[in-house]
């Protein structure tokens, strides 16, 4: 997220500093190695060689900014309550080292309130400079081929009129479209709710494939046959489960501040229960399709990253899906030329000496003609319309 906003807003004639603590992260940026789909190692380079972009560790260097975005990670803890660690310790830093009458702008997702009630006081407690601030919450979808972060639409709101307007005059520099929400709450809850949107309309399609593999018809048939009424309608298709840093944990952070206020959100939390329970759902299936046992049947996952074209592993359910096969008994090896290596493990080539293949995120990089081209079974268990070759098993 952090490195998408600053190559497009150093490629929009902005001066640029990206800070890092990590000094092995700012090293590989300042070769133009970087793993964020859509950025390109010229393209990193070119910017820093003219003077656009400095990746740095250096905080020191925060005091020439006249605008600080802070991206980092917010995830949950072991409780699946929100942890605002690396959030804390970016306003410690800022409130340290930013020059007084900078422009705050949080990027990192967060309940309705973060801004006003926790960042902005973590400032002050060290400062006594004056500070601006405002939210945009991140819209980046790693991997899109349409939607990027120029041409997407971005929501935005500051806690004064003034950082309102700085706000929006910075990030029209560097995207087409601004929308000026009424206020920052309003602006964080945004995008809270257009996930949880997602991952309870996930959690439905998900609970409705259960309903069809009882009743014996296709979900993939019945979404698509739903999908041509051409109003009210948004098709979602069934998988193993949620991934990613937005959709798991989003809605438990919209959850969490509904908690604060004394509303319990059963909706939103049986839709959490629902997604992350789903690859248990999903093995049981597998098993009772492979004569209920997989006691040493060898199967292969073809993708293990949460979503096609990244090599992005955060709260994949692909990950779930191989312990819960483990533990049923299944040898069960994997293939992913993107993430390549996963805790010493190699991702091994496609292969026919196997009794069944999974197709669970279908990279582009991913050739499935050896699999076409025997008779080893195959269940595809992508959640897309897409098929390759095989009818979806869910």
């Not at 970087?34 to 990193?44: A, F, L, R, W, Y």
């Not at 949880?196 to 593999?213: G, K, P, W």
């Not at 496609?350 to 025997?374: C, E, M, N, Q, Y």
């Amino acid at each position: 997220m952090g490195l998408t906003v600053a190559i497009e807003a150093a490629r929009s004639n902005n001066r640029v500093i990206g800070f890092d603590n990590d000094l092995q992260v700012v090293k590989n940026l300042n070769n133009g190695i970087s793993n964020v789909p859509g950025i390109q190692k010229d393209e990193i380079v070119r910017l820093i060689k003219i003077g656009q972009y400095t990746p740095t560790n250096n905080n020191e260097l925060l005091e020439s900014a006249e605008v600080v975005i802070i991206a980092v990670p917010t995830p949950l803890d072991f409780a699946r309550k929100p942890d605002l660690t690396y959030l804390e310790s970016a306003a410690k830093m800022i409130g340290l080292y930013a020059s007084n009458n900078t422009l705050v702008v949080n990027e990192s997702t967060s309940y309705p309130g973060t801004l006003r009630n926790f960042i902005k006081p973590t400032i002050e407690k060290i400062s006594s400079k004056k500070f601006l601030y405002a939210a945009a919450p991140e819209r980046v979808d790693p991997g899109n081929p349409k939607w990027n972060l120029k041409n997407t639409p971005r929501v935005i709101a500051g806690l004064t009129d003034q950082a309102t307007n700085m706000a929006i005059s910075c990030y029209s520099s560097f995207c087409d479209e601004i929308y000026k929400a009424p206020s920052v709450d309003i602006a964080e809850a945004s995008k809270l709710f257009e996930n949880t949107y997602r991952q309870v309309n996930i959690a439905l399609v998900n609970e409705f494939s259960e309903i069809a593999n009882s009743l014996g018809f296709s979900t993939s048939e019945a979404v698509k046959a739903a999908n041509t009424k051409p109003f009210g309608f948004n098709a979602f298709y069934p998988g193993i489960g949620v991934g990613g840093h937005c959709i798991p944990v989003d809605p438990s952070y919209l959850s969490y501040a509904a908690e604060l206020s004394g509303i319990k959100t059963k909706f939103i939390d049986l839709a959490n229960e629902t997604n992350l329970s789903a690859h248990i759902k999903v093995a049981a299936r597998i098993k009772n399709y492979m004569q209920g046992n997989l006691e040493g049947i060898r199967i292969q996952i073809a993708g293990i990253a949460y979503k096609p074209n990244v090599s992005d592993i955060r709260e994949s359910p692909a990950l779930l899906l191989i312990n819960e096969l483990k533990n049923m008994g299944a040898k069960v090896s994997w293939h992913d030329p993107i993430v390549k290596t996963l805790d010493g493990i190699k991702s091994e080539p496609l292969s026919t000496a196997i009794d069944l293949g999974l197709i669970v995120t279908p990279h582009d990089a991913i050739d499935f003609g050896i699999w076409r081209k025997s008779d080893v079974k195959i269940l595809d268990l992508s959640a897309s319309e897409k098929t390759y070759g095989w009818t979806k098993f869910l």
